[in-house]
């Protein structure tokens, strides 16, 4: 998926918290972004779950997109501390930025432009510890879809696997 993918950011506005340039594409303002953008129209959404393979799917009105799109909103990697924490890959229609340490949770995000707008975003997540590994792939196409899928083992109780996709 992650080759279907392209777009790029230039816009490096001020974190807001500490007044620093953001370096990376701006993933909390561009979700800040779609939530408002989202929750004017209030029209319905396709939305199917999986969990563990048991499937249901319906129409819904989502009340809150900020909650609804917060995994993608927690993927930031724009703090300070990570400022070299990413190697930057890009081209005229994609950037992908790759966690350099196995320990930062976001391992991967490409975004994909075409003619100045981001068409697709694509992230990777991942968490370890002596309890629980959990990865989490995320992706949204404006205006399409939007995708989470997540596997998580806790080592007592054994693993579990979630898939939520909501069609626009």
């Keep these: 998926m992650a080759a ?14 500490t007044g620093a340039q953001v370096k990376f594409f701006d ?19 396709n939305k199917s779950v999986d969990h563990n393979g048991d499937k249901e799917s319906k129409k819904v009105k989502i009340s809150n997109w ?15 501390a990570w400022s070299k ?9 994609n950037i992908t930025y ?24 694509e ?15 995320l992706t949204y196409l404006p205006g399409t879809f939007y995708q989470i899928e997540k596997m998580q083992h806790v080592k007592v109780m054994g693993g579990n696997s979630y898939k939520i996709k909501g069609e626009f």
Aim: with cysteine; hydrophobic share 25%; glycine share 2%.
């Design 98 to 121: 790759k966690a350099k340490y196995p320990e930062l949770k976001t391992r991967y995000i490409t975004i994909c432009r075409e003619n100045g707008k981001v068409t697709a975003i």
């Design 66 to 80: 900020a909650r609804e799109l917060n995994l993608f909103t927690e993927s930031d990697i724009n703090k300070p």
């Design 27 to 45: 993933i909390k303002e561009y979700f800040q972004h779609e939530t408002t953008r989202l929750t004017k129209p209030n029209h319905e959404v």
């Design 123 to 137: 992230i990777e997540n991942d968490t370890q510890n002596i309890l629980y590994n959990t990865t989490e792939k």
């Design 4 to 17: 279907l993918l392209c777009c790029g950011y230039a816009c490096k506005p001020a974190i807001k918290e």
């Design 85 to 93: 924490s990413y190697t930057v890959d890009s081209t005229a229609t």
